[in-house]
């Protein structure tokens, strides 16, 4: 169930729209409870009008007597509308009635046992909801305290909807964007246009923030972003306060600019809260040594562990900042699958807000490597795409599994919907590279070796893995990393340990990516080994000597170590 409330002035134009039987979707309006058991009901009287003035004069009574007193509200007229869900059962009068008076008593406006609550009555006039109309001055003439009405109306919903059996409406919990008003969209219509200037406007800042390395930088990024009007306001010091957007040809009836603060179009979207983000930033000051794309994807393969043994803030931080990195990814992908990454950015950012305050210090290295990604396009292949996609979509069925078992349902909605666009995103990107690396099958006894190693690393997946059409596309690239002189074993040990595949559609394409982006590594030396070796038995205090190692190229085979 959803409830609207709006405050006004007319009792006597509300009371007329809801018995006038010419509007569209109006019949049999009628009482069905109300503040007293002999309130007029116009619905059911012979002189319909006049008994529509005597209620109108009934529900006023105390406005008129607080007015004479000075202490009338300038809008003493509160309506609320409360609809069922299109799949809900027809409600009866007595059960519509039950609803209404559960209403007015949660939100203050009659509470239960206050001899002295307002007047009010609710009328149906169509099958599937009821308006309340009320008027706000109680019987003691006092205003009634009805503070953060629409929120307890909607808890009483919420409540209502499990004893009635009815659908349990998806709730938020206040952090969502601002949606776009009935006129906004039209006006978005009438241009021609799909979004409104609004939404255009949020998805601009938000892909501003995701590619900004500092404040600075992010008011540089405005202001030359075409078609974007950016006014910076300063304290008297000289530093910047805030700014306000507004997008070009977008005008009221003066024809001047429509201007949007940063917190107008989200509440993450404040300067204060996105310099908080960009000062949480990891410098990439110095050389690199990683692929930034192997970097960005090797951070958010992390996050799903991060939201399982993280605190909530931390967690919330990682979100975040996974959230810039989909913003980011229209700006970097070919142009067959921006809109699908656009989509998937949209869907997500809601995922990316909740109650919980995020501390946005623990996701400065994903932040950062997002960063140095966005400077570093992927290559055409769409292969470091791919790899990046791959490792996302799990990140988000993750997200929604955090968000689920805290009752986030909005944002649990906004995941499942991102991964719908994820994974459209993935197939068209994946499918080239993955056929690539498939036509570089290794030799038959090679890959005989390497599905004896999955088997023996992985027993709970093997089966899935070998017969998984990629599996092609897994051993081309074990053999092109053994060749390189990496342990093949070692390589899936580490897949499997650092990710987990049960959330994985296709477990050996998630092997595939995982194993090409740790075989870009450096070989380990001998000497190195032997380093670790000592370095670890002297942190367990166990004497170990040192014996012969084998080159990496030269590992041993699963034969030679059974014996």
């Not at 931080?317 to 699908?340: N, S, V, W």
């Amino acid at each position: 169930m959803i409830a609207k409330i709006k405050n006004g002035q007319s009792t006597a134009g509300l009371i007329h729209y809801l018995f006038d039987t010419r509007k569209r979707g109006h019949t049999d309006p009628h009482l069905v409870a109300a503040w007293d058991s002999f309130a007029p009901d116009p619905g059911r009287a012979n002189d319909a009008d006049v008994t529509r003035r005597r209620l109108v004069a009934d529900l006023d009574l105390h406005v008129k007597q607080a007015d004479r007193l000075g202490r009338s509200p300038e809008k003493h007229v509160w309506h609320c509308s409360v609809r069922a869900a299109e799949t809900d059962r027809i409600l009866s009068d007595e059960e519509w009635a039950d609803i209404a008076r559960r209403v007015v008593a949660a939100t203050g406006i009659a509470p239960d046992g206050d001899p002295d609550g307002c007047r009010w009555v609710a009328v149906r006039h169509a099958p599937d909801h009821i308006h309340i109309a009320a008027t706000k001055v109680r019987a003691d003439l006092r205003t009634a305290r009805h503070w953060n009405d629409y929120l307890t109306a909607d808890r009483e919903l919420a409540t209502i909807e499990k004893e009635y059996d009815l659908y349990q409406v998806v709730r938020g919990d206040r952090t969502a964007a601002k949606r776009p008003t009935r006129a906004e969209q039209e006006k978005a219509k009438r241009a021609s246009q799909t979004r409104t200037a609004r939404d255009r406007l949020r998805t601009t800042i938000r892909t501003a923030v995701a590619a900004a390395t500092s404040t600075e930088d992010f008011i540089s990024l405005l202001q030359h972003t075409d078609h974007v009007m950016v006014d910076i306001k300063h304290f008297p010091s000289g530093d910047v306060r805030g700014y306000t957007v507004a997008l070009e040809g977008d005008t009221n009836a003066q024809q001047e600019p429509i201007w949007y603060s940063g917190s107008q179009l989200a509440p993450d979207l404040s300067l204060p809260k996105i310099r908080q983000r960009l000062d949480a930033t990891e410098p990439q000051n110095s050389p690199r040594t990683t692929n930034p794309w192997h970097q960005a994807t090797a951070t958010a393969e992390r996050i799903p562990h991060r939201l399982e043994h993280s605190d909530d803030t931390a967690a919330q931080a990682h979100l975040a900042a996974f959230g810039e990195a989909i913003d980011a990814l229209p700006l970097l992908a070919p142009q067959a699958i921006r809109p699908q990454l656009r989509q998937a950015a949209e869907a997500f950012e809601r995922a990316t807000r909740s109650r919980v305050q995020a501390e946005h210090q623990h996701a400065r290295a994903l932040r950062g490597a997002v960063r140095a990604m966005v400077r570093e396009p992927a290559p055409r292949d769409g292969a470091l795409l791919a790899m990046f996609l791959d490792a996302a979509i799990l990140v988000v069925i993750a997200s929604a599994r955090w968000h689920q078992r805290r009752h986030h349902d909005q944002q649990v909605v906004a995941a499942h919907q991102t991964l719908i666009h994820l994974q459209a995103a993935y197939e068209q990107t994946a499918a080239a590279p993955l056929t690539a690396l498939a036509q570089r099958r290794p030799p038959q006894q090679v890959v005989e070796r390497h599905t004896l190693l999955i088997r023996q690393t992985m027993p709970a997946h093997a089966t899935q893995v070998i017969d998984d059409p990629s599996f092609d596309a897994l051993t081309a690239v074990l053999a092109t990393a053994e060749k390189a002189g990496h342990d093949p074993e070692q390589l899936l040990q580490q897949a499997t340990d650092e990710r987990a595949l049960d959330d994985a559609r296709s477990p050996a394409r998630v092997l595939t990516w995982r194993v090409e982006r740790l075989s870009a590594r450096p070989v380990t030396s001998d000497r190195a080994r032997v380093a670790r070796m000592r370095s670890a038995a002297r942190w367990q205090g166990t004497p170990v000597r040192p014996t012969a190692t084998a080159p990496a190229s030269q590992s041993p085979s699963p034969q030679a170590r059974r014996r």
